[in-house]
Structure formats: C-alpha cells, structure tokens
C-alpha cells in the first residue's frame, strides 16, 4: 500500500488520527521507515485491525525510547504495539511479539505489505 493510501484509509477510519510531515535528520531510524516518517509521521494513530485489534503507531520523536522500553535484539525495530505488544521490524520483515518476551510472529514480507494488512 503507497503511504499516501494508508493515511487516506486511516484517517477516513478516524478524523482523530493525524499525521505530519518530517523534515528532520533521522537518527537510528532503518532506511525502509525513512519515507513513511518523512511523508506520514503518525503524530496520533491508531488503526482498528481485524486480525490484530487496535495498533498504535509512534511518531518518530518517540521511536528511540519506544525501542530502549524492550529488551529485544537490536536487529528488531519497533515502531508500533498492538495492546502493549510491539510491532517491528526485523530484516525487512513485520513481526509483532509478546511484550514479555521475544517470540516473534510473522506478520507480513514488507513494510508496505503490512500497512496493507492493517486494512485487511
């Protein structure tokens, strides 16, 4: 799904959810979010899944203590949670865990695939 898809979709979901634009230079941030952050950064989100529930996702000023909160490997980029549990990135893949320990579910092949996937 193109980022400018997903903030249509989330937003007709919810007038609430909002989004801006970021200009800033990224630090720590993997290279496969840097468009998203850049065009969609999720300054109040929350999207209504089917397969998940409710998925929060963070703006990027909050992303590193987002990722020092869990004790996950530093290949594992989190960058949502869905009740608590994160969301992340781990080799181009989307995995969700439960937050008391790291046992990664698979969740889809791509970034885009799974801003897809919370429409499904």
């Known amino acids: 799904m193109k980022i400018e898809d997903f903030i249509i979709n989330a937003q007709k979901q ?3 959810n909002i989004f801006e634009k ?7 941030l993997p290279d496969i979010l840097e468009a998203f952050y850049r065009k969609a950064n999720p300054v109040d ?9 409710n998925i929060k996702f963070y703006p990027y000023k909050d992303l590193t203590q987002l990722n020092k909160d869990y004790s996950y490997p530093k290949s594992a980029f ?4 869905t009740n608590g549990d994160p969301i992340f990135l781990d080799k181009g ?10 046992s990664p579910e698979y969740l889809s092949e791509s970034f885009e695939d799974f801003l897809s996937f919370c429409f499904l």
């Open 78 to 81: 989190i960058f949502a949670t």
């Open 93 to 102: 893949k989307v995995y969700t865990s439960y937050e008391s320990e790291f």
């Open 22 to 28: 970021c200009n800033t230079k990224f630090v720590n």
């Open 45 to 53: 989100v929350e999207i209504r899944t089917r397969k998940l529930g």
């Open 14 to 16: 919810d007038k609430r």
